[in-house]
């Protein structure tokens, strides 16, 4: 008997041996994925909400139709491309983060900022993007040509990143971005990345969104490009490994040569310097701030001009020293411009984000996401924290609120707004249909037991055991 224990004892310990043994051989071969699952940010820039009723798009569709549906984004004021793309990967609104617009000048530094010259990180350093702060948790990251990708952001940069090409290719991108997200076999591939394409904005800017025939050629394009990226990851394994997320930075709106204003038909170009132009102008005054503030605040009545200190506090976008003294912010589709009636974009963006068409939508599929799940709307900070979380890593402070994409992850107890309105009114339908027909009831009650009564006293006076 006790033999019998012996020998099986030393059975076990042998096999337990071995699968220790295989797990460290096959181990120092390929190094399997471990903890969360990788995640892909793709940016389609200028992707406005409403092109996904407007248009076919059917390998869009079916990748959100395996996931999750955001319809509408409220992204960040100016709804810029810079300012946009650095909120999505910080959670921070625009005064938080630094990046303000396409052209800054920063008082402190006296230096200016354009999107072509865009790598000094004094801009960026106000704030620091994911793919810097996922290195922390000892993840590798990486961002492809995603605004910022190439500046060293607090000494730092992802583990792979390219300068800013506008000539390569999705297919280019898509290619390197899925080899670094596969690993090598040897080390684990990148546990985020974000990628960056410019499609639909330039054929937006070119054409305007009311091009139906130009819109729906550019859309057919990017729907394409989806459709590439999805095969890309699917060849290397990681489709359905990974978490996607797919989203944009702004919408557009069409534009008119009969919606111009001209600045210098209310004050000549010399009272004051010129920072950003349309749609949101940004001037620092020579002299007198009060006296240009008047003649800019009654210029014209497609365009509101405020002070710094009197920007609404719902743009967040007064708490910054990268903010001008004075800003000018013009309605859906006017452009501005200093001088002369030339229209350079038939569309544009940088309205005011409270908009519908600023706003872009978002999309999301993979394993911590739910099935063919919608929502209405969600801000653009809200993905960072959301990022965070899937990723574990520990976010730095942001403007974002998990809560709001709470129900989106799989697996996740969420407050299903539509749900829970559903319930509550079906439960107070349901009690005031049982109170109706309670006072119904009560109502008829007495008059049949008097009925009763009476039948009864009839029935009495009938009795001829009575009489
Ligand atoms: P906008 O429509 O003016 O807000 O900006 C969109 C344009 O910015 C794109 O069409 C690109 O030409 C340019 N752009 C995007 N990313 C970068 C980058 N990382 N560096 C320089 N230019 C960029
Ligand atoms: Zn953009
Ligand atoms: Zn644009």
Sequence with gaps: M?????????????????????????????VGPTGPPPLLLVSFDGFRADYLKRFPMPNLKSLYSQGVLVEQMTNVFVTKTFPNHYSLVTGLYAESHGIMASNMYDPDTNKHFHISNNTDPSWWNEAEPLWITALDSGYKTAAMMWPGSDVLIHNRTATHYFSYNPHMTFRERVGNVTKWMKGDGKEEGVKFAALYWEQPDITGH???????????????????????????????????????IITSDHGMTQCSPDRLIQLDKCLGPDNYTLVDLT???????????????NLLKNCHSHMTAYLKESIPERLHYRNNHRVQPIILVADEGWTIVQTGNVLHRLGDH?????????????????????????????????????MCHLLSVNGRPNNGTLSHTRCMMAGEKCWDVPLVVGLVVGVLLLLSSVTVLFRFLGRRRPQSIRDFQRLNIDDDDDDPLLE
């Design 2 to 30: 006790l033999g019998r224990v012996k020998r099986m004892l030393l059975v076990g310990t042998l096999l337990g041996f071995l699968f220790v043994l295989a797990a460290v051989v096959s181990g120092t071969d390929e």
């Design 206 to 244: 070119r054409y305007g969104p009311e091009n139906t025939t130009m819109m729906s050629q550019g859309l057919k394009e990017v729907d394409d490009d989806i459709g590439l990226l999805i095969s890309e990851l699917k060849m290397a394994g990681l489709w359905g490994q990974i978490n996607v």
């Design 279 to 293: 749609p949101v102008a940004a001037l620092i005054p020579k002299q007198n701030t009060t006296a240009v503030f």
């Design 350 to 386: 940088g309205y005011d984000n409270s908009l519908p068409s600023m706003h872009p939508f978002l999309a999301a599929v993979g394993p911590s996401f739910r099935q063919g799940y919608r929502i209405g709307s969600i801000e653009t900070v809200d993905i960072y924290p959301l």
